[in-house]
């Protein structure tokens, strides 16, 4: 008679633990300041490379405001004021010497709202890569579908490339966003509520999306939707009047959050 | 609801949660299979090796609930599943409940044999109530089959055949039951024995009522409907219907 065998369950036991990660951003001791209100008290966090984390938290916590700061998108406002340190792969991200057009190519954004150009679909996705004077159709010609198909969309649009990009749905505006910024391969990908303007399928259509492109970029994702930061996220930033509260592994935060704080705003007893 | 179901999702992560959970069901339903054969083997050759093989293995099945249990709650907190896919969970977590309890009550088993053997054939194949033992085992271990090939097909047809089996099962253990407790009255001396046999006996037929639970999870998992509590001429009416 044959022995027994053992259970043979491993992939759901590895846990995920920052420690083992490599790291693609470090904030150290980070604050900002809208004039004189502090929106940002001193966050320190280390963000790891290729995985998705999300920052959840209610209106008003940080959140967006620190995933602006990663690639300087605060700079923009004139009042803003910042302490501290952020570091892309150890370089100082608020250095003086740092060239921000190279940084945000490096660190590309999508926003709450699909915000594409009046021009076609092919033009709308190699946008960036024309910025760099890429001229050689074929090099365009290869991003475009390998961006297209990054964010999942080639499928759909590759029969109609020269349409205005307005004539897509919502859901495959955001998607062709989500290409348009891949386009220029950047290290890190911030999203800010990308898909609180799309319809529930469309809103799964791209979280599966960001579980696919978390393979070559590090993706950084706000979002009001606490379920979809359990769906998409590898680790989890709950905030809260600006505080970084708990920053640990989704599984974690969301079966056994270690603060009762944290507990009340995922389990909607808050307030 | 059809097994194809689990990986029609726009989420593949869902899709491999959801395919992953139900290899772990058959998976562990194998391993409580495997320990009931060699169980049924220790029982009818008095062989106390394998039956502490049987008792160590325990170990393992526990360890399968837990793991299984882990990955449900993983993926109700952070995938939400509802309609059929929340009813697979559900299912799951009650499937993997009554395997553990059957791995329980297959262990008393294989300590009945641990208990009464002196290297030489056990003691208690001699008397009343030991060979239905060795029947219902057997029995239960084909309702266990018949289950876990429902589990594997998401069909629910088979449940009337569950249905009847444990029947005879209750049957039998009622017989041998009284075969026991004649025993008790005529020969007094073989108190002890006889008291090893009617726990083996009474594990054995929970073994025909867990595999009957899990049924009734495949049941609610396809149709939806809780049958648990059913009356018999309800239930038996509903299956008619399948």
């Known amino acids: ?81 910042v302490e501290g340190e952020i570091l892309l792969h150890d370089e100082d991200v608020y250095s003086k010497h740092m060239d921000v057009s190279a940084l945000r190519r490096r660190v590309g954004m999508v926003f709450q709202k699909p915000n594409p150009f009046p021009k076609s679909i092919f033009e709308n996705v190699c946008y960036g890569l024309r910025l760099q004077n890429i001229r050689d159709k074929q090099v365009l010609n290869e991003t475009v579908e390998w961006a297209l198909r990054g964010a999942n969309l080639w499928e759909e649009v590759k029969d109609r490339l020269d349409d205005n990009a307005l004539s897509l749905s919502g859901g495959q505006q955001q998607r062709l966003c989500i290409a348009r910024a ?70 974690s935060l969301f079966t056994n959050p270690k603060l009762k704080q944290t507990e009340d705003y995922i389990s909607g007893r808050y307030g | 609801m059809q097994k194809k179901e689990f990986s029609s999702h726009i989420s593949n992560q869902l899709n491999r949660n959801l395919e992953e959970l139900f290899n772990h069901i058959l998976e562990m339903g194998g391993m409580v299979e495997n320990q009931l054969d060699m169980a049924l083997s ?71 044999v641990i208990k009464f053997h002196k290297n030489e054939p056990c003691v208690c194949a001699n008397y009343a109530g030991y060979a239905e033992l060795v029947d219902i085992t057997t029995r239960s271990r084909e309702m266990l089959k018949t289950t876990l090939n429902a589990f594997a097909r998401v069909s629910a047809e088979d449940a009337m055949s569950i249905l009847d089996q444990e029947e005879v099962v209750d049957n039998v253990y009622a017989k041998a039951c009284k075969d026991v407790t004649e025993q008790f009255k005529k020969n007094p001396e073989n108190v002890e024995c006889l008291l090893e046999v009617m726990t083996a006996l009474r594990a054995s037929e929970r073994l025909s009522d867990h595999a009957l639970n899990i049924m009734e999870s495949i049941i609610y998992l396809v149709q939806g409907k809780d049958v648990r509590n059913m009356d018999q001429e309800r239930l038996t009416k509903f299956l008619e219907k399948l």
């Not at chain 1, 999306?209 to 606490?226: A, G, Q, S």
């Not at chain 1, 359990?230 to 600006?242: E, I, K, N, P």
Request: proline share 3%; net charge negative.
């Open chain 1, 182 to 251: 891949i386009a220029i391969k950047p290290e890190v990908l911030l999203l800010d509520e990308p898909t609180s303007a799309l319809d529930p399928i469309s809103t799964l259509a791209v979280e599966e999306l960001i579980f696919e492109l978390k393979k070559e970029f590090t993706i950084l994702i706000v979002t009001h939707n606490m379920q979809q930061a359990a769906r998409v996220s590898d680790y989890t930033a709950f905030m809260y009047m600006g505080d970084m509260v708990e920053y640990t592994d989704t599984d």
């Open chain 2, 42 to 112: 220790a029982l009818g050759n008095s062989d106390i090796k394998i039956a502490k093989e049987v008792v160590r293995f325990d170990k393992s099945i526990n360890q399968a609930e837990m793991e299984i249990d882990r990955l449900c709650i993983r993926v109700l907190a952070r995938q939400q599943p509802t309609a059929s896919d929340l009813r697979l969970i559900l299912a799951t977590i009650r499937i993997a409940i009554d395997l553990e309890r059957m791995g329980d009550e297959i262990c008393k088993l294989a300590k009945l």
């Open chain 1, 1 to 81: 008679m044959a022995g027994l065998k053992k259970f043979s369950m491993e992939s759901s036991s590895n846990k995920l633990k920052l420690e083992n990660e490599e790291i693609a951003i470090e904030v150290k001791d980070w604050n900002l300041y809208y004039g004189s209100k502090q929106a940002l008290k001193g966050i320190s966090m280390k963000l790891p490379e290729n995985r998705v984390t999300a920052f959840i938290g209610p209106s008003g916590c940080g959140k967006s405001t620190l995933l602006r700061c990663f690639n300087r998108m605060n700079d923009l406002i004139d009042s803003v004021s």
